[in-house]
């Protein structure tokens, strides 16, 4: 029998959209991509807040479907400019490196259908054992 799909719903979410912002499917999570959009519906202007805020909501969705950055698998990045690259690097080893098993990932430079968006992610990650 396949596992059952859940929806995770991250704490403190007041973002209604018509998607699941994370499936659980079986020991894994699936994350739709994530921007740094402020619960309010505001947007930081800056690479820098924009790229702290989605690793800060990938990791409240991960942490309220029972996982967290250590557990994350790969990383999808997608970078408006390819100019914050070394930014955008600098902050994904803040939140990666030393955990172990380093996260695999890929960046993808795009263009985002408004242009106010600089940063988004999407990510795999495992699920913790029920008794840790």
């Not at 619960?39 to 409240?60: H, S, V």
């Not at 969705?61 to 690097?89: I, K, Q």
């Not at 939140?95 to 988004?120: C, D, H, I, M, N």
Request: hydrophobic share 40%; with cysteine.
């Amino acid at each position: 029998m396949a596992p059952k799909k859940i929806q995770i719903v991250p704490k403190g979410d007041a973002l209604q959209t018509k998607w699941s912002r994370a499936i659980r499917y079986g020991d894994l999570i699936f994350t739709t991509a994530h921007s740094a959009t402020r619960p309010d519906g505001t947007m930081p202007t800056t690479a820098e807040e924009q790229i702290r805020g989605c690793f800060e909501r990938l990791k409240n969705t991960l942490e309220s479907g029972g996982s967290g950055m250590d557990m994350v698998l790969h990383v999808d990045c997608f970078l408006a400019h390819r100019e914050d690259f070394a930014l955008m690097n600098q902050i994904f080893d803040e939140y990666f490196l030393g955990q172990g098993v380093p996260t695999t990932r890929s960046v993808t430079e795009v263009t985002f259908t408004a242009p106010k968006f600089l940063f988004e992610l999407q990510a795999v990650a495992g699920v913790r054992d029920e008794e840790n």
